[in-house]
């Protein structure tokens, strides 16, 4: 897991969430995928990899390997919440070279995360996005609008070559989805919700509640990593997290239909 988002810890500490939010933010700099999966959907020995150049790290796909290969390879991204946020939008930077299809860019709501993507309904969204025209260029995609998708949702990446359609290779490098927090789901309350010194493998922090709740410890890109409850009133609670990297993260506090949220930095 790696995000960019870095704010010193006394800075996080007790800081709110912002109206402009980040649902995901990926740069591969860590020489990995990420976030990300890939699925080869055809095509055995080609797929979508971490890569770099220089000072440049990405993901790239090339269907080009001793002559045209056929191949159909999906780059996926993790879940992402659509129902707390609104004005959802992705961007993204692209290269390209050779010659071939573009990249198609594809949302889908009931994809499950696991099985072969071509299982799920896809919407396209391609049309809104600006392409590399070669050369190795590195282009903003422009901001693509995904303000109407709701419920969990995920974000793809579909290449395709043959010999008829021949091998374009593409490259990818930092994928945002920025969002407002919907104000009327997510509250920042100081005296309901106070984190106390997140410290290396734990984070402690102590909430008062008026009904009984529930606690979750969320990454950057919306995925719940550890879950509890909350009793009414106060409670001190310790949430263990040895095996969770250092970075930013999101405890969110759900009671009844309020929601209260907080940034923190586990060191």
Not at 13 to 31: H, I, K, R
Not at 66 to 88: H, K, T
Not at 192 to 221: D, K, M, Q, W
Request: aromatic share 12%.
């Amino acid at each position: 897991m790696k995000k960019t988002l870095l704010l010193p810890a006394a800075c996080l500490a007790f800081s709110a969430l912002n109206a402009q939010d980040v649902l995901l933010n990926e740069t591969f700099d860590d020489g990995t995928l990420g976030v990300f999966t890939e699925f080869s959907a055809e095509g055995d020995d080609q797929f979508w990899a971490a890569r770099s150049f220089g000072d440049r790290q990405f993901a790239q796909m090339n269907g080009f390997d001793d002559g045209v290969q056929d191949n159909e390879d999906w780059l996926i991204s993790p879940a992402l919440n659509m129902d707390q946020y609104a004005d959802e939008v992705l961007t993204f930077e692209n290269a390209a070279n050779f010659n071939g299809p573009d990249l198609e860019v594809l949302v889908s709501t009931n994809y499950d995360g696991e099985s072969d993507p071509n299982t799920a309904d896809w919407t396209d969204l391609s049309d809104q996005v600006a392409f590399s025209g070669g050369g190795y260029e590195y282009v903003s995609s422009g901001e693509i609008n995904l303000s109407g998708f709701e419920g969990t949702a995920y974000l793809a990446f579909k290449y395709v070559s043959s010999n008829v359609l021949q091998a374009k290779l593409w490259q990818l490098d930092n994928i945002m989805v920025t969002a407002s927090v919907l104000s009327s789901t997510v509250k920042h309350n100081p005296g309901l919700l106070r984190i106390i010194n997140p410290e290396n493998g734990g984070l402690h922090f102590t909430a008062e509640l008026p009904i009984e709740g529930t606690y979750s410890v969320l990454n950057l890109a919306g995925q719940a990593l550890y879950r509890g409850r909350l009793p009414k009133g106060g409670a001190a609670v310790r949430v263990a997290m040895d095996e969770a990297p250092k970075g930013l993260y999101i405890l969110s506090l759900q009671a009844g239909q309020q929601q209260y949220s907080r940034k923190f930095w586990l060191p």
